[in-house]
């Protein structure tokens, strides 16, 4: 039962109190027993139970919840650096979609990717967001497209949940775009979501999210609503990408299916603000995708002020949002959407948690929780992001245990 003492702050992030409320304790202590904690407080107010315990130092530190990426595309084959540079010279996101490039460029690599491609990829971007202090990630399909190539990305995340140490949480996203094979007929393909993909990988327990990208190139918002409907029959919740490009009344649809989260929100407008907070959905801002597509920010305060949760997540992805650096989104989210230091650390803790049901489980330093902590060398919170460094963290527990970096080739294989 080690007890993690010598840390400068300690913010435990806690649900109650709002956005911008983060729970600082300083000269603090955290005890934790087989995995979860136990006690945290100031160290000063340690129990006697836990005097005789082995200590941990977190060496005059700052620690936070161990950070949650609530919105990411983690397994993809290919990337598509070239299509950066076509946009920097002028060519529409939507233009490259036309042209066949985007997320069908992405399907087309990620059918062709072995499963160990997939698997050394995400297992090599896993790594590398646990030394950024992240510990539990959010990861969507929707690079496949097809029954085949869905369930290899969704029995990619299944297995490297067993096989490496961070949370995995999965998002069916069949309804990223019409793939190439129903342009003629899309209803066809909507049927083969509805009738087969859905039952199907939500009675495997592949899944436990339902998501759909209401785009002019991608969905409507009738055909989410019979999407998102159809999995909530099988006990996927739903998520929506929504008004990334323009207002699409998507924050009204995610407040009329109740929606755990709806993402992106760049053009959203005061209705749809206001329907969300009566529906209790949590925003998620995804200022990496905002800034490399160009669009307008999200008027995050607009939604904090009306109550709505807003968590910050990454978007990883191969085209909009090519970073899986979660406090480089947090940062941004600071400086492109005006949340303060604290707002972000909610937004990437206890709300992103929310955001994917797991606020029982991890997103805030209490007992019960797992003992998910990143250790931070920084003066305090407002410091980290104002002074952004490519990395302060300089610890991760996962479940009370320390990571050390493991290659690809540290773990075992996988079976798809
Ligand atoms: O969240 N908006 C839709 N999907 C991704 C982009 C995917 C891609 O460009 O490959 C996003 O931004
Ligand atoms: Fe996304």
């Known amino acids: 039962?080690?007890?993690?003492?010598?840390?400068?702050?300690?913010?435990?992030?806690?649900?109650?109190?709002?956005?911008?409320?983060?729970?600082?304790?300083?000269?603090?202590?955290?005890?934790?027993?087989?995995?979860?904690?136990?006690?945290?407080?100031?160290?000063?107010?340690?129990?006697?139970?836990?005097?005789?315990?082995?200590?941990?130092?977190?060496?005059?530190?700052?620690?936070?919840?161990?950070?949650?990426?609530?919105?990411?595309?983690?397994?993809?084959?290919?990337?598509?650096?070239?299509?950066?540079?076509?946009?920097?010279?002028?060519?529409?996101?939507?233009?490259?979609?036309?042209?066949?490039?985007?997320?069908?460029?992405?399907?087309?690599?990620?059918?062709?990717?072995?499963?160990?491609?997939?698997?050394?990829?995400?297992?090599?971007?896993?790594?590398?967001?646990?030394?950024?202090?992240?510990?539990?990630?959010?990861?969507?399909?929707?690079?496949?497209?097809?029954?085949?190539?869905?369930?290899?990305?969704?029995?990619?995340?299944?297995?490297?949940?067993?096989?490496?140490?961070?949370?995995?949480?999965?998002?069916?996203?069949?309804?990223?775009i019409v793939p190439p094979e129903f342009t003629a007929d899309r209803m066809a393909y909507v049927d083969l979501l509805c009738n087969e993909l859905i039952p199907e990988f939500a009675g495997a327990g592949l899944a436990e999210f339902c998501d759909v990208f209401v785009e002019e190139t991608a969905f409507s918002r009738e055909e989410a609503l019979r999407i998102l409907e159809t999995g909530k029959q099988y006990g996927l919740r739903p998520k929506l990408h929504v008004d990334q490009l323009y207002d699409g009344d998507g924050a009204a649809l995610a407040a009329e299916v109740k929606a755990i989260s709806a993402d992106h929100l760049e053009y959203t407008g005061d209705e749809g603000i206001r329907r969300m907070a009566d529906a209790g959905v949590v925003g998620v801002c995804l200022p990496i995708a905002t800034l490399y597509l160009g669009q307008q920010s999200m008027k995050v305060r607009k939604f904090v002020d009306a109550g709505i949760p807003v968590a910050v997540a990454t978007d990883f992805n191969p085209g909009s949002a090519p970073s899986f650096h979660l406090p480089l989104a947090m940062m941004l989210s600071c400086t492109m959407n005006g949340l303060t230091p604290a707002e972000a650390l909610k937004g990437a803790t206890c709300y992103a948690a929310a955001a994917i049901g797991r606020d029982g489980e991890c997103g805030s330093i209490e007992p019960g929780k797992r003992a998910d902590l990143a250790v931070l060398e920084v003066p305090d919170i407002n410091h980290w992001m104002y002074q952004f460094e490519a990395n302060v963290c300089t610890e991760t527990y996962i479940r009370g245990v320390s990571q050390k970096p493991v290659s690809a080739a540290g773990y075992p294989e996988i079976q798809l």
Not at 4 to 22: F, H, M, N, R, W
């Open 1 to 176: 039962m080690p007890v993690l003492v010598d840390i400068s702050t300690l913010y435990k992030c806690l649900p109650d109190g709002g956005q911008a409320e983060v729970h600082p304790v300083t000269d603090a202590a955290v005890a934790w027993k087989e995995g979860r904690i136990e006690w945290a407080g100031p160290a000063s107010e340690l129990p006697v139970t836990f005097e005789k315990e082995s200590r941990l130092s977190a060496g005059g530190n700052v620690v936070i919840p161990g950070l949650v990426d609530c919105h990411t595309h983690l397994a993809f084959g290919g990337w598509r650096a070239a299509e950066f540079e076509k946009r920097l010279k002028g060519v529409s996101y939507l233009d490259i979609a036309r042209q066949g490039g985007g997320i069908r460029k992405t399907m087309v690599q990620t059918r062709e990717a072995t499963p160990r491609d997939l698997r050394n990829h995400s297992l090599t971007v896993l790594r590398k967001m646990v030394a950024l202090g992240v510990t539990t990630v959010e990861c969507k399909s929707g690079y496949g497209l097809s029954a085949d190539a869905e369930r290899k990305q969704l029995e990619l995340y299944r297995q490297l949940r067993e096989i490496q140490p961070v949370d995995i949480v999965s998002t069916f996203l069949g309804a990223h």
